[in-house]
């Protein structure tokens, strides 16, 4: 056996020993397609998409999305500046404190065009421009999944400034708007030691 040959065999087979020693890979999953009703599908789309996030009652306190508090709109605003104080609404089907009078299709324009049925345009916090990406079969599922949710009599408190809310908001600053910041101070002096 020459050198070379001796060296090629010498390294097959370390080779082969690590690839013994080494786990494994798995092997890769297959993903089957379970099948799901429309609401179950929209619930999963809210879940995902946060909606409760923001929508939620006590979205900001202890307890969020408690059964009572689930999508009924929020009780902390925010403050947009130069828009004013928004509250996100509830979602729920009530009939006058939420989404109860509102038809599937017009839940479905105002998540993807941010319009709502009476023509006002949603606040720009709402992340419709995202949401228009949604296929159709997507979009109704959610409206059908809001739809299907038990009404909350909740109501969040009316669009303000900060001078008129009494609820408590937060304040987005946009990049456009920039954060005015103080310059940063300058590192303590340290002594040589």
């Given at each position: 056996m020459t050198a070379g040959v001796s060296r090629v065999l010498a390294a097959t087979l370390a080779a082969a020993s690590l690839a013994a020693c080494s786990?494994?890979?798995?092997?890769?999953?297959?993903?089957?397609?379970?099948?799901?009703?429309s609401i179950d599908r929209g619930k999963y789309l809210?879940?995902?998409?946060?909606?409760?996030?923001c929508h939620d009652a006590n979205a900001f306190g202890p307890t969020p999305g408690t059964p009572a508090t689930f999508l009924a709109g929020a009780d902390v605003g925010f403050h947009l500046p130069g828009l004013g104080v928004f509250y996100p609404p509830n979602l729920t089907p009530d009939p006058e404190a939420g989404l109860g009078k509102w038809s599937e299709a017009e839940i479905v324009a105002a998540i993807?065009?941010?319009?709502?049925?009476?023509?006002?345009?949603?606040?720009p916090i709402m992340n419709w421009r995202t949401y228009a990406n949604l296929t159709d079969a997507d979009a109704?599922?959610?409206?059908?999944y809001l739809k299907s949710l038990?009404?909350?009599?909740?109501?969040?408190?009316?669009l303000g400034s900060p001078q008129t809310v009494k609820a408590p908001y937060l304040t987005v600053v946009t990049p456009e708007q920039g954060l005015k910041l103080p310059p940063p101070s300058p590192p303590?002096?340290?002594s040589p030691s």
């Open positions: 786990p494994a890979k798995p092997p890769a999953a297959t993903i089957v397609a379970a099948p799901e009703s809210v879940a995902v998409m946060d909606c409760n996030g993807r065009t941010g319009q709502r049925p009476d023509g006002r345009v949603l606040a109704m599922s959610v409206a059908l038990p009404p909350s009599p909740h109501r969040t408190p009316a303590p002096a340290t």
